[in-house]
């Protein structure tokens, strides 16, 4: 394919379709990252409690987002195929499974919490200032499963510009939260810690509220007939979702092996790992956008058959993340300095902050090309490939790298490490895209033909 079966219409339908999802988590992934710099200003202790809980947090958003794959996959494939009827009682079935699976997950992750933190290296005083923050972050943690399910829903359906919308009203809410419920006003003294996490329980409270009432009005939903359709439909979506939630559980159980690794390096090395964890999900907040808005139209093409277009929209959204990223790395990793200032006022946590920028963002480059891969895998029938490079993404590329890296150089070796393995995991990504678009646009154009 040349480029010029990239049309102009192509590209400013494409970014119709992202660019109200790319506002919407800019806001909220902003929102994440200015909590935790609120948070850095009680000192280094409560960031690094914060910190040791990222990887628990990241396995309920890995859940969520399996959950939130299929949903996407089978609703835009139902509807390419034009079988609304079907479309309406998949939607309350994925809004109902979802809801009781992220519920149980988070009644696990409170009663094993003990266990749980002490394997990661938190020690005593970290585990008591984690207790009391845990409950309302696992809180906050369904009610934003469930405002992703709807929004799912919504961006199913072709509606992106809603959902985004959302996303931004709820993080300017959290935003307005976060200091009032964290240090206090006038005479109250503030949460501390838990206040962080009580602004997320109410921002996405008001948030799924007005999603819930908005669906009142659309077609969506069934009553009747879910029995019938779970019996038919609980095999391939769950050989949809049953892949795509190992592989988003993947980067958690990555994130708690990689912070058992930082916590060896000191508390100041796990506050500094904290920060650029939640910068690194900013910087990527494009391509984070693109797995969300691009999967349903990828499904409708692969319900439709239409693999030539597939392809047209694949060369499109891998072109758009490799200039992107690369730009917004360079700068990032220029501006390292000023921003480890910003965002904490720890000279300690500041200086290793400053390494880990700077080595970073210029690899999400690479990093975006692969999460854009796995998650149009998922859309497009091949949710075991997308698994598989998931796995040798996180435990071929990027975690022997930059555990060697921490033992050869210690947070910079571990930074140079990360490094490397996020670029090793993009081009093992980039060449399986290729194969597989070429081989399925060679078979549908000669059964066309």
Known sequence: MTNRGLSPSLGVIFWRQTWPMAIG?????????????????????????QSFTFPLSFLIIGVQVGLGIAIAA????????????????LGSLVLLAGGVCIALLVVLLWWAQEAIFIRLGADAATRVLIRDYWAPQLLAGWLGAMFYFFNSLFRAHGNTRLPGMMMALMSLVNLALDPLLIFGLGPWSGLGL???????????????????NQLRGRDWLARHGLGEELAASARPFFGIAGPA????????????????VVAGLGESAVAAWGLASRLETLALVLVLAMTMSLPPWLGRCYGAGDWQQVRRLMRLALRVVMIWQLGLGVMLAVLAPGLAQL?????????????????????????GVC???????????????????????LFVCYLPCLWLGAVWGG????A????????????LAWQLIRLVLTRRTSRSTAKSG
Request: charged letters at 10%.
């Open 194 to 212: 838990p206040g962080a996490a009580w602004a997320s329980v109410i921002a996405f409270s008001g948030g799924l509220l007005f999603l819930v």
């Open 416 to 427: 140079v490490g990360a490094a490397i393995g996020n670029v090793l995991a993009g081009l």
């Open 411 to 414: 947070l910079a070796g571990l």
């Open 25 to 49: 988590a800019l806001a909220l992934l902003s929102f994440q990252l200015v909590d935790s710099a609120f948070v850095a200003r009680l000192g280094t202790a409560p960031l690094a409690a």
């Open 343 to 367: 965002l904490t006022g720890s000279p300690d946590v500041q200086a290793e902050l400053t390494l880990l920028i700077r080595f970073l963002p210029p690899s999400y480059t690479a990093l």
């Open 371 to 393: 999460m854009l891969v796995i998650s149009a895998g998922n859309a497009l029938g091949l949710p075991l490939r997308a698994m598989l490079m998931s796995a040798v993404r």
């Open 74 to 89: 089978q609703i835009s494939r139902a509807l390419g195929a034009g079988e609304t009827a079907r479309v309406r009682r």
């Open 245 to 260: 939630m190992v592989s988003q559980l993947m980067p958690p159980l990555a994130a708690m092996l990689a912070i058992i």
